[in-house]
């Protein structure tokens, strides 16, 4: 029996969500999406359903779970060729599955950085990465979003150690990208490492989709590099891409991999699949990008939006109340929209976050544009 002062406490704090409009809830939806990170409709696509029930009918093991860590009973060889396939894909030694992409940030950070090392973050870095850093006992800086000036500023406090700077691709709040070729330069000059979580570039960014570092050729000085697979890739899991050593080194420090039951067959074979689907089907990263030029075109001059040239966008409606009443104004018209509150995004910062993908149509994005210029800010 839960003890009634307990419940009593979680009551009075739950109101106190409510009362700061904070409250949280789940819900079902069938509205036009416009809010999943299903960039590329993978998560939905017939085909590749269909590709994945093949191949599961073909593997003769087990079935259904793992069994146990991969450290006990939970090691197989598809998991190990999955590996492998991940690795040629993202051109790098090796490549170690994580069961998603929180738990490989967790298990990166928890365990590389040690007493006496620093570890400096963009401000804007996932719960996870912060999460991450927490439980290492590196100090933790962090620099102003994408303020590469800042950044050289923080590294000179990094006097002891090894310094690691840890930044995303692109970023989930606000869809804008790392100025990924600068920062790497400016961290191979202060020798330090960088740990990048490519989450929402996995897919939709690099040679069949391999993200942004293979994009821009500069994968070779990324020191750790995160894949996560519940985006664009539309499945589930996680791996980190790096050197062998790296790979060996997790396997042995890596608490959220050591003490975790792996992935099953069903997942593994799903992660495969999904990369060979979009291998060829290389037009859905195409039409993604036209589906952001047609709303960035849709979007009206007096809207306070930029676009941010990537499949996440932003529409900045100061206060939790105010943009809690604008998504309710667009989900009644049929879009699925959530607000983005404090303390997920600074206060004042609070925003419409849209997520655009290859199966919107130009006639849907057209008509959510044309509602978001109707509201007030």
Same mark, same amino acid.
């Given at each position: ?7 009593? $406490? ?26 999943? /990170? ?34 006990? @009973? ?9 590996? @492998? ?14 069961? @998603? ?25 996932? #719960? ?23 950044? &050289? ?28 070729? &600068? ?6 000059? #202060? ?28 994968? /070779? ?52 699949? #999904? ?10 990263? $195409? ?20 676009? @941010? ?11 939790? &109340?105010?943009?809690? $009443? ?11 929209? $959530? ?39």
């Amino acid at each position: 029996m839960t003890p009634p002062q307990l419940l009593d $406490r979680l009551q009075l704090e739950l109101k106190q969500f409510e009362i700061a409009g904070l409250q949280r809830g789940l819900s079902v939806d069938k509205l036009i999406d416009f809010t999943s /990170n299903d960039y590329l409709g993978l998560a939905r696509s017939r085909e590749l359903f269909d590709m994945i029930a093949d191949q599961t009918q073909l593997f003769q093991d087990r079935f259904n779970g793992a069994t146990g860590s991969r450290l006990l @009973s939970g090691n197989s060889a598809l998991a190990e060729e999955v590996e @492998s396939q991940l690795a040629e894909i993202f051109q790098t030694e090796s490549a170690l599955l994580f069961n @998603s992409g929180y738990s490989a940030n967790l298990g990166v950070l928890s365990s590389l950085p040690k007493r006496n090392d620093t570890i400096i973050y963009d401000e804007f870095a996932h #719960a996870s990465i912060k999460d991450g850093a927490r439980l290492s006992l590196a100090r933790r800086l962090s620099f102003r979003h994408n303020d590469l000036e800042d950044l &050289e500023n923080k590294l000179k406090h990094a006097t002891t150690g090894h310094t690691f700077i840890v930044v995303e691709s692109i970023y989930s709040m606000d869809g804008d990208r790392c100025p990924l070729i &600068e920062l790497a330069a400016l961290a191979e000059k #202060a020798n330090a490492t960088v740990i990048l979580d490519e989450a929402h570039s996995t897919g939709v960014e690099g040679y069949h989709g391999g993200g942004m570092a293979l994009s821009l050729g500069i994968q /070779n000085k990324i020191g750790v590099r995160i894949h996560t697979f519940g985006k664009a890739m539309g499945c589930h899991g996680a791996c980190v891409a790096g050197p062998l050593l790296l790979r060996q080194y997790l396997i042995n420090t890596s608490r959220p991999f050591i003490y975790t039951t792996a992935l099953p067959p069903h997942a593994l074979i799903t992660v495969s699949c #999904a990369f060979k689907f979009l291998q060829s089907h290389g037009d859905l990263i $195409r039409q993604l990008e036209q589906k952001v030029k047609c709303f960035a075109n849709a979007v009206s001059g007096s809207t306070p939006f930029v676009s @941010s040239g990537t499949a996440i966008q932003r529409v900045v409606i100061a206060g939790n &109340e105010r943009v809690t $009443r604008a998504a309710s104004a667009l989900r009644g018209k049929g879009f699925d929209i $959530r607000p983005i509150r404090r303390p997920t995004v600074p206060a004042g910062a609070e925003r419409i976050r849209i997520c655009l993908h290859a199966f919107n149509s130009d006639e849907d994005i057209q008509a959510l544009a044309g509602e978001i210029n109707k509201l007030e800010y």
